[in-house]
């Protein structure tokens, strides 16, 4: 039996930990996390609430426990500086150190990181540490720019000309606003394409790639409204997606294994964890967008619910324990990882209100769906005595997995309309009108 600590509290790590603990070895689980989330708690042998930027908590209660390993979810931890306090008391990680994780937590950090060791798919760009030279730069971008806080945000930070940009001006005091609070600001030129995550598990030396998936950042139908965190995602049976060329699988591989040798190289110890590569297909090949250090959310829902169950050597395929034990020991390249042929979809309700004013504190009802067909996670939520109270910020995502992209949307589609209470969701994700529109955008680009 394996002791196992898990960090955080959403709707990500709640996949998780039902993915671990359908490994064929039996896993103990120890839960840290922010909030009670129900789905985990009921998986959990023991959860803790508490601050997960809170280190000496942390390593308190996985000594107290005895674990194994700890798989850290979200990024906060990674930002403090977990990993390295765990593995001072002898508790290694499925998730890179402080120094590693610059690769999300600066957004600076990564863009010089490719410069420097020559990695392709950068967009032009350039970091500041003050407004000298920004109004250049952004001339020179003919004011068809990103312009992106270095550190955290969230997944809601960056902005694009265009969309929250009316003029330059504008874009002048978005950066002043970013210099003013004492961070750095990366201004890059815009991308044109379609973006996807690539998401690659990594033991220092050695990547094993999950299949491709398309994250719908915009809170409304057809792409209008604000940024989120993730309103959903889908991915396909083949593991790449409707609107990619094989050579842009390819080269976003490419780029991840070789961030991973340059981290290695930079920091002088191996990444371990999930490397996960934000890229966009454009007309002159693949772009990186940015880094995370962790599984994406909704994207790891996706790629968890195609493992393959209790599935134990000698049988050659691995199952989601034995991955982590090899990320940690570095043998990713003894294992073979075989994922189930179909394709995903994920949707999120999430209360009426949000991103900007969601409502809170008010019950929900998941009663009514099937839960043989759909998996239910929880995200933002609070279980009462009385009911499932929104909490803010996303609520619960309904995972649905079939033989092709639009009957898995159909599936959740059916099932998420049945929740009541005042939440929304994305009913666009994953249809053949959206995903074709993808197709579309893509096949005139590439004339």
């Known amino acids: 039996m394996k002791k196992v600590l898990l960090l955080g509290s959403g709707a990500r790590e709640q996949a998780m930990a039902s993915v671990l603990k359908s490994s064929a070895e039996e896993v103990e689980l120890f839960v840290f996390a922010s909030s009670v989330n129900p789905g985990l708690r009921e998986l959990a042998k023991e959860y803790r609430v508490g601050q997960l930027r809170n280190n000496t908590a942390i390593a308190s209660f996985a000594s107290q426990a005895g674990v194994d390993f700890c798989l850290v979810g979200p990024e906060a931890p990674l930002a403090e500086g977990i990993v390295d306090v765990l593995e001072q008391i002898g508790i290694l990680s499925v998730g890179p150190t402080k120094k590693l994780a610059q690769i999300e937590t600066s957004k600076a950090f990564t863009r010089e990181l490719l410069a420097e060791y020559k990695i392709p798919g950068s967009p032009e760009f350039m970091v500041f540490d003050s407004l000298k030279g920004t109004e250049d730069w952004l001339r020179h971008l003919e004011e068809s720019f990103v312009i992106k806080p270095d550190g955290l945000t969230g997944g809601k930070g960056v902005k694009v000309a265009g969309d929250h940009f009316k003029n330059m001006n504008e874009g002048l005091s978005f950066i002043k606003e970013i210099l003013d609070s004492g961070a750095k600001v990366v201004i890059e030129e815009k991308l044109v394409g379609q973006e996807f995550s690539l998401m690659s598990f990594c033991d220092g030396d050695h990547l094993i790639h999950l299949p491709a998936v398309q994250?719908?950042?915009?809170?409304?139908?057809?792409?209008?409204?604000?940024?989120?965190?993730?309103?959903?995602?889908?991915?396909?049976?083949?593991?790449?997606?409707?609107?990619?060329?094989?050579?842009?699988?390819?080269?976003?591989?490419?780029?991840?294994?070789?961030?991973?040798?340059?981290?290695?190289?930079?920091?002088?110890?191996?990444?371990?964890?999930?490397?996960?590569?934000?890229?966009?297909?454009?007309?002159?090949?693949?772009?990186?967008?940015?880094?995370?250090?962790?599984?994406?959310?909704?994207?790891?829902?996706?790629?968890?619910?195609?493992?393959?169950?209790?599935?134990?050597?000698?049988?050659?395929?691995?199952?989601?324990?034995?991955?982590?034990?090899?990320?940690?020991?570095?043998?990713?390249?003894?294992?073979?990882?075989?994922?189930?042929?179909?394709?995903?979809?994920?949707?999120?309700?999430?209360?009426?209100?949000?991103?900007?004013?969601?409502?809170?504190?008010?019950?929900?009802?998941?009663?009514?769906?099937?839960?043989?067909?759909?998996?239910?996670?929880?995200?933002?939520?609070?279980?009462?005595?009385?009911?499932?109270?929104?909490?803010?910020?996303?609520?619960?995502?309904?995972?649905?997995?079939?033989?092709?992209?639009?009957?898995?949307?159909?599936?959740?589609?059916?099932?998420?309309?049945?929740?009541?209470?005042?939440?929304?969701?994305?009913?666009?994700?994953?249809?053949?009108?959206?995903?074709?529109?993808?197709?579309?955008?893509?096949?005139?680009?590439?004339?």
């Open 215 to 447: 994250d719908h950042k915009r809170a409304l139908a057809g792409d209008q409204g604000s940024n989120t965190g993730g309103m959903g995602s889908y991915s396909a049976a083949d593991f790449s997606l409707p609107f990619l060329e094989e050579d842009d699988l390819v080269a976003a591989k490419k780029i991840n294994e070789a961030v991973a040798l340059a981290l290695k190289k930079k920091i002088g110890r191996g990444y371990k964890g999930v490397l996960y590569g934000g890229f966009m297909a454009t007309k002159t090949g693949v772009k990186l967008i940015e880094y995370n250090a962790r599984f994406g959310d909704p994207e790891a829902m996706n790629v968890l619910a195609l493992f393959s169950e209790k599935t134990f050597p000698p049988s050659g395929k691995a199952d989601f324990l034995q991955v982590c034990l090899s990320v940690i020991n570095g043998t990713l390249d003894k294992i073979k990882l075989e994922l189930k042929p179909l394709a995903t979809v994920v949707k999120y309700a999430v209360p009426e209100g949000y991103p900007e004013n969601p409502i809170k504190d008010k019950i929900i009802d998941v009663s009514a769906i099937d839960k043989t067909k759909v998996k239910i996670f929880y995200a933002a939520v609070d279980q009462r005595p009385d009911g499932l109270y929104l909490t803010g910020s996303r609520a619960v995502a309904i995972t649905g997995t079939a033989k092709d992209i639009f009957t898995a949307e159909k599936i959740v589609e059916e099932e998420i309309k049945k929740i009541t209470g005042p939440v929304f969701h994305r009913a666009d994700i994953g249809t053949k009108e959206l995903v074709n529109k993808r197709v579309a955008m893509m096949a005139e680009l590439r004339k």
